[in-house]
């Protein structure tokens, strides 16, 4: 059986003026990601008959250029952020 618990996702965003509008669809559309790429690390580590927990992360700051970057781009450097962050204390 598998259970994720997400107690908490933060995101600080600086400097967004005129961009205000986007902040949700990207977080939404990171989040999504983590979600898809969390299930095929699990599948991963269920197949290896391993069991692994993860406690609070840090995942480092991503910098994000709004004019310049679509929304696909920045949700993808979010949530491989936080991917990162994650298979750090899952891997080693």
């Not at 669809?25 to 069991?51: D, F, K, P």
């Amino acid at each position: 059986m598998s259970e994720l618990n997400v107690e908490r996702l933060k995101m600080q965003i600086t400097n967004a003026a005129g961009h205000e509008h986007r902040v949700q669809t990207i977080a939404e559309q990171a989040a999504a990601l983590i979600g898809e790429e969390l299930v095929a690390l699990g599948r991963g580590i269920l197949n290896a008959g391993q069991e692994t927990s993860v406690g609070a992360l840090a995942p480092q700051p991503v910098s994000l250029d709004l004019n310049r970057m679509d929304n696909e781009s920045c949700a993808k450097a979010v949530a491989d952020s936080v991917m990162n962050a994650i298979r750090l204390q899952v891997e080693g």
